[in-house]
């Protein structure tokens, strides 16, 4: 899987959007970009997704370049139930069809200040 | 709600004991997942089932073991084999074990030793 770039740590304030930056120059075409955040002593909780284009939930926004080197998950109205930390993990998609696992990084510790 | 309910929350093994845990969803999922989190590391994956009646072996599946007799149920036994069993204990799950396939987890058990 390639690997993915964030930074340590960001602060954003609340009611303020939260623009979370994610490098993986190392992407191929069939990888797919994850974005989960953890809350301390919590499970793991899926955000988004996305292949190549750029894609909104409820919770979020995924961009991804046109080269898809870099994307960036956008929380468009950042609260403080939102501190967490965020990872951004790409997913190979392999010939025979089945990737089972995930990897997370360190991730980016997002603090929503009020 | 559809969901991945863990039990219990905390748990605590004497040595030599075997423990299990506890991992059921209702989302009609046909992959589940077993991972291992230590404090300030990621997931690693223990043991995986894509289907009823089958499972694999993830990265560190020694001194584990798994059954998945029915769909919705995926239990985990800590076995006296494992030597550093200590870790919070992440159950999740898919519509298949497929990289396009988001994988939803659970709220954790964390394992202590005492």
């Known amino acids: 899987d390639a690997k993915t770039t964030q930074p340590p740590s960001m602060d954003c304030a609340e009611g303020r959007a939260a623009n979370l930056p994610c490098n993986h120059s190392?992407?191929?075409?069939?990888?797919?970009v994850y974005w989960y955040r953890q809350i301390h002593s919590q499970g793991p909780q899926y955000i988004i997704h996305g292949l190549k284009n750029n894609e909104t939930n409820e919770m979020a926004s995924l961009i991804i370049t046109e080269d898809r080197k870099s994307s960036t998950l956008i929380l468009p109205h950042a609260t403080l139930r939102d501190t967490a930390v965020y990872y951004c993990?790409?997913?190979?998609?392999?010939?025979?069809?089945?990737?089972?696992?995930?990897?997370f990084g360190k991730g980016t510790l997002l603090t929503v200040n009020p | 709600d559809g969901g991945i309910t863990q039990s219990p929350k905390y748990l605590f093994r004497k040595e030599g004991q075997n423990v299990t845990l506890s991992c059921e969803q209702n989302?009609?999922?046909?992959?589940m997942y077993w991972y291992r989190q230590d404090p300030g590391q990621g997931l690693r994956l223990i043991y995986y089932s894509q289907i009823v009646n089958d499972f694999q072996k993830g990265d560190i599946a020694e001194g584990y073991s798994v059954s998945r007799e029915k769909k919705e149920s995926f239990p985990l036994t800590v076995t006296s084999a494992q030597k550093n069993p200590t870790a919070f204990y992440l159950c999740?799950?898919?519509?298949?074990?497929?990289?396009?396939?988001?994988?939803?987890f659970g709220d954790g058990t964390r394992l202590s030793i005492l």
């Open positions: 993990i790409v997913r190979v998609l392999n010939s025979g069809g089945s990737n089972y696992k995930l990897t």
């Open positions: 989302l009609n999922h046909d992959a």
């Open positions: 190392t992407i191929s075409g069939n990888e797919y």
């Open positions: 999740a799950s898919s519509i298949l074990a497929r990289e396009d396939q988001p994988q939803h």
